[in-house]
């Protein structure tokens, strides 16, 4: 390529990994906030957007919060959750699941993935449980992942959570608009958590959400959430709290943005599926795909793999590329088992989620990409595959 064509390229419009993707109606519903003075963690946006997405997830009750580590927080510290005690989670994916565990003082033990839907492999969780009793530790959750919106197989999985009676945290965070044999992902936890952050299928610049059937869960929620507040007439606190309510600014963001969910929800599943038309065929470059009929998958992020061998290029080589011509991907979440701040915890692995993570990337996966940013990441793909 010609010094001036790289210019003409360079000048192109940066292709991003998943980026907000605003309808124009949360304006509406921020002014709202401004007209009414609810400059506030709370107010009639919050309470709308709350009743929204309960009804969306079929849940009796939500309460939406500063984020989703926050809401992950407060469902451990519902569930008693306290130092010295055990809670079982994935290993393959993002630290903000695994983080609250650590803010509690009880130690994550890690379950590898299984192949078909990258998540935890129910037979290793099987394992880690049954070991984990029988030298004498106290498991107080198991908590799931569903993993670039694809669903953790939740039949297996609560199958033995109900089997030891372990309640289950469900962190669906990646999976708003997902579904697991119809069921919406966010309503199969005992609690089960939603995150609205930048990069997420629908965005309130920050924000979470605490799901349950149980209100008074919620309302548990609520009240930790707002610094434990006694129901007295002057400020007294029996118990220690935190502040990690939603803005009723963000929370109008909120409302704004499920009103197109579905909407974001088809987008990216046209971009999942025009990127396994145009590579699905090259050998060596497999996509996390829905096992079977049980899962619907948002995809959040459409993620592939690429054997060097059959390929010629490593993901790291790939992703280099794609920088050169203005286009963000990102490698797979490095597995928790791996991290060094976590190198003292427990782990059942199969070898499965190194793997992953040494072979796969992520590949710009936003609701906002047009066809000929599709055909852009495309040209690009096959240009480097060729040249190797
Ligand atoms: C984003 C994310 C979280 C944390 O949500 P925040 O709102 O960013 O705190 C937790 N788990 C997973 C899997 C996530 O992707």
């Known amino acids: 390529m010609t010094d001036k064509e790289l210019k003409t390229e360079k000048a192109e419009e940066r292709i991003f990994l998943s980026s907000p993707h605003m309808s124009g109606g949360e304006q509406k519903y921020i002014n709202e906030a401004f007209e009414q003075n609810w400059i506030a963690p709370l107010g009639p946006n919050v309470n709308e957007f709350e009743k929204v997405v309960a009804a969306y997830c079929g849940v009796k009750d939500v309460a939406a919060l500063s984020s989703g580590t926050a809401a992950i927080h407060l469902a451990l510290i519902i569930l008693g959750v306290e130092a010295g005690d055990e809670v079982i989670t994935s ?12 803010y509690q003082g009880a130690t994550p033990v890690f379950v590898d993935s299984e192949e078909e839907s990258w998540n935890m492999d129910p037979n290793l969780l099987e394992d880690a ?6 030298l004498g530790k106290k498991v107080k959750a198991i908590l799931p992942v569903h993993l670039y919106g694809m669903p953790a197989n939740m039949e297996a999985i609560q199958a033995i959570a109900n089997k030891y009676g372990i309640p289950v945290v469900e962190d669906a965070a990646e999976a708003l608009g997902s579904r697991f044999n119809g069921k919406p992902a966010g309503s ?9 952050n930048g990069n997420k299928i629908l965005s309130t610049s920050g924000g979470g959400m605490l799901l349950s059937n149980d209100s008074k ?14 129901a007295a007439p002057y400020y007294q606190h029996s118990q220690i709290g935190y502040n990690y309510r939603m803005s009723n600014i963000l929370a109008g963001v909120g409302r704004g943005q499920m009103e197109v969910l579905e909407e974001r929800v088809r987008q990216r599943r046209v971009n999942h599926f025009f990127y396994r038309e145009h590579l699905e065929q090259i050998e060596g470059i497999t996509f996390l795909k829905e096992p079977n009929d049980s899962y619907f998958s948002n995809f959040w992020l459409t993620t592939i793999l690429i054997d060097p061998e059959k390929t010629g290029i490593s993901n790291k080589e790939l992703m280099e590329e794609f920088e050169k ?15 060094p701040v976590f190198s003292d915890s427990p782990a059942y692995l199969n070898g499965t989620s190194e793997r992953l993570f040494k072979k796969g990337l992520c590949l710009p996966s936003g609701s906002n990409m047009t066809d000929s940013d599709r055909a852009r990441v495309l040209e690009i793909l096959k240009r480097t595959l060729n040249k190797m």
């Open 91 to 102: 290993s393959f994916t993002f630290s903000g699941t695994v983080n609250p565990v650590a």
């Open 129 to 134: 449980v049954k070991e984990r009793i029988k």
């Open 217 to 230: 869960i919620v309302e548990q929620a609520r009240f930790l959430a707002t610094q434990a507040r006694d």
């Open 188 to 196: 199969f936890g005992k609690i089960s958590i939603l995150s609205f």
């Open 325 to 339: 011509h203005n286009i963000e991907s990102r490698y797979l979440w490095k597995p928790m088992h791996m991290q």
